[in-house]
C-alpha cells in the first residue's frame, strides 16, 4: 500500500528563519509528486509537481526537490503569510488518485 | 485562469433534507473530482469524473449521488446524511487526469444537524 509520511507535523519559525519540511513516500511506480498550501477552511492550493529524481522546481520563497525516496519543500526567508498547511501528495498506478500525507502546519512568528 | 468554484459556501441540513453541492471549471479540464475533508486530515478522495463518465468511486454510501452534466460542471447530490458526514467538501480538475496537477475549489463547509 502507498504510503506518505510529512515531518514534522508542525514547525514554528520565526520571520527569516529558514528552514525545510520533509515528505517521505513508499510506493510502487511514482508518476508525480505534488506539494499543496492550505489555509484554514480553504480549499488546496497547488504549488508545485516534480515527476522524476533530481528535478527541482522554484516559486517566490519556496524550493521542492525530489529524490527517489523523499521531497523536500524549502522555505527560504518566510514571511508570516507563509503560516499554512502544507500538504504532499503522490500519483501512481494507471489511475488518477492522490495519496495525501498528513500534513505540516507551519507558523512563522513576526 | 486555475480558478474551480463551488457553491454555497456554507451549507446546513438535517439528516432528512435533500440538498446539492455545485462545482464549476472553464479550464478546459476533462477530469474533476470530490473530496471529503475532516478537520485536521487530509483530503479524502470520494468520486472520479473522466470525460463526464464516473472513473472512480472510493465506495462511498449511497446518500451521495454525484452527477456531471458536462465538462465544466459536477454535482454532489445529498440524501438523508449522517452528523459524521459533516465536513468541507472540495472539489477538483485537471487536464485528463492521470498524472496531472489537480486544481482544488474553495469547498462547501456542509453541517447535518
Known amino acids: 500500500e502507498d504510503q506518505v509520511t510529512q515531518s514534522p507535523e508542525a514547525l514554528r519559525l520565526q520571520e527569516g528563519e529558514s528552514s525545510s519540511l520533509n515528505c517521505s513516500y513508499t510506493v510502487s511506480g511514482l508518476r508525480g509528486l505534488f506539494w499543496y498550501r492550505q489555509d484554514p477552511g480553504k480549499g488546496p492550493e497547488f504549488l508545485f509537481t516534480l515527476y522524476s529524481a533530481g528535478e527541482e522546481k522554484e516559486k517566490e520563497r519556496l524550493k521542492a526537490t525530489l529524490t527517489k525516496k523523499e521531497s523536500f519543500l524549502h522555505i527560504t526567508a518566510p514571511k508570516p503569510e507563509d503560516s499554512a498547511t502544507y500538504l504532499c501528495?503522490?500519483?501512481?498506478?494507471?489511475?488518477?488518485?492522490?495519496?495525501f500525507g498528513k500534513g505540516i502546519t507551519l507558523s512563522v512568528r513576526p | 485562469d486555475t480558478e474551480v468554484t463551488q457553491t454555497p459556501k456554507h451549507l446546513v441540513m438535517g439528516m432528512t433534507n435533500k440538498k446539492s453541492l455545485k462545482c464549476e471549471q472553464h479550464?478546459?479540464?476533462?477530469?474533476m473530482y470530490w473530496y471529503k475533508q475532516k478537520a485536521k486530515k487530509p483530503p479524502e478522495l470520494m468520486f472520479v469524473y473522466s470525460y463526464e463518465k464516473l472513473s472512480i468511486n472510493e465506495s462511498v454510501p449511497s446518500r451521495f449521488s454525484p452527477e456531471c452534466p458536462n465538462s465544466s460542471l459536477l454535482n454532489l447530490h445529498l440524501h438523508a446524511l449522517q452528523p459524521e458526514d459533516s465536513a468541507l467538501y472540495l472539489c477538483?480538475?485537471?487536464?485528463?487526469?492521470?498524472?496531472?496537477?489537480?486544481?482544488f475549489g474553495p469547498g462547501t463547509r456542509l453541517t447535518v444537524t
Open positions: 479550464m478546459g479540464h476533462r477530469a
Open positions: 501528495a503522490v500519483i501512481t498506478g494507471a489511475n488518477s488518485k492522490l495519496t
Open positions: 477538483a480538475s485537471s487536464q485528463e487526469g492521470g498524472d496531472n496537477e489537480q486544481y
